[in-house]
């Protein structure tokens, strides 16, 4: 089982960018995103659940960030408006079998990939 992340990069504040993430070698109940900053622990961000396609946000991400997903490409993207210097962070690409997994542990990560805002 792999998780590709892919996109993200350098942005102004307020502008956006997209990252994206596929799953290979099976599918999951659930995917998501998690990030963390330089000195700060990892955050929740935003999730999914496969089947359904309901979502859950982290407190940083409501009204700004939307997730979404794929089902035929097995792929989960996160969309990221008003982007804020506060963002900045090295995003990573979850799987895990349901809801509980976010607050549990994930069975399966990604490597992340860097967001960065500037002011």
């Known amino acids: 089982v792999q998780l590709q992340a892919s996109g993200g990069g350098s942005v102004q504040a307020g502008g956006s960018l997209s990252v994206s993430c596929t799953a290979s070698?099976?599918?999951?109940?659930?995917m998501g995103w998690f990030r963390q900053a330089p000195g700060k622990e990892r955050e929740f961000v935003a999730g999914?659940?496969?089947?359904?396609?309901?979502?859950y946000y982290g407190d940083s991400a409501k009204g700004r960030f939307t997730i979404a997903r794929d089902i035929a490409k097995n792929t989960v993207y996160l969309q990221m408006n008003r982007l804020k210097p506060e963002d900045t962070a090295v995003y990573y690409c979850?799987?895990?079998?349901?809801?509980?997994?976010?607050?549990?542990?994930?069975?399966?990560w990604g490597k992340g990939t860097l967001v960065t805002v500037s002011s």
């Open positions: 999914i659940r496969w089947s359904g396609g309901d979502a």
């Open positions: 979850a799987a895990g079998a349901g809801w509980d997994d976010f607050s549990r542990g994930m069975e399966y």
């Open positions: 070698g099976r599918t999951f109940g659930v």
